[in-house]
């Protein structure tokens, strides 16, 4: 198994653009989450899915938007781009907390840069 | 909602010696309790997780211990050796409902000196 994967490791955007930012993962989990991680911080969660087709704000979502059409695949997408979204983001997956399974599984990352 | 306040920020231990991270949170909800180590360039990784009907976990040189009561939660590493450097995050989360959404600490970066 791959695992989380995600592209692209690193991005440059100028102030105003657009891009998704794409994440896939292999081990048929149904949890999908998005975290943020900004120097010296911990993770904090923008968005999370339960299934396909069901997603959800986390703690900060502004400027963010998500999609959620496969188990597979969860992308975050960036509409106008601000230099306070420069950050690492993450993404991971889990299988449903009700299984009583919590670990997440975390993908190396994407670091974007906003200028 | 939940806070979760991580120390120190920084340690530094000779290798050998032991290291200890404590964690603190707000929510007594809370009842899941994971640690991840995060290498440079790669993202965090589960090292161990207790529950809150557990007051101690051990895994080889590393062990989780849990004061419900007090609400906080330590990282115990034993024999440090140099590659256990990297940044340790702690999380909680009330694992029992729908959504198994975790709130971290800060971080702590870890230096084992050989």
């Known amino acids: 198994n791959a695992g989380v994967t995600q592209t692209p490791k690193f991005r440059i955007l100028k102030i105003g653009q657009s891009m998704t930012l794409q994440c896939t993962q292999d081990?048929?989990?149904?949890?999908m989450y998005w975290y943020r991680q900004d120097p010296g911080m911990g993770l904090k969660l923008i968005y999370y899915?339960?299934?396909?087709?069901?997603?959800d704000k986390g703690e900060v979502p502004n400027g963010y938007n998500v999609s959620r059409s496969t188990t597979e695949d969860f992308p975050l997408r960036l509409e106008l781009a601000a230099p306070s979204q420069t950050s690492v983001y993450f993404c991971?997956?889990?299988?449903?907390?009700?299984?009583?399974?919590?670990?997440?599984?975390f993908g190396p990352g994407t670091r974007l840069t906003v200028t | 909602g939940e806070n979760v306040e991580q120390h120190p920020s920084t340690l530094s231990v000779q290798e050998g010696d032991s290291a200890v991270i404590k964690c603190t949170y707000s929510d007594s909800a809370s009842n899941y309790f994971p640690w991840y180590k995060q290498e440079l360039g790669k993202g965090p990784q589960l090292i161990i997780d207790?529950?809150?009907?557990?007051g101690e976990k051990k895994d080889q040189r590393i062990a989780v211990t849990l004061n419900k009561t007090a609400k906080h939660f330590s990282l115990h590493i034993t024999e440090t050796q140099p590659e256990d450097s990297a940044v340790y995050f702690c999380?909680?989360?009330?694992?029992?409902?729908?959504?198994?959404?975790?709130?971290f600490g800060q971080g702590t970066i870890l230096t084992v000196h050989p």
């Open positions: 991971a997956s889990s299988f449903s907390p009700r299984d009583r399974n919590y670990e997440q599984y």
């Open positions: 081990m048929n989990h149904n949890y």
């Open positions: 899915s339960v299934g396909a087709g069901i997603t």
């Open positions: 999380a909680a989360s009330t694992g029992g409902t729908s959504y198994g959404k975790l709130t």
């Open positions: 207790i529950r809150s009907n557990v």
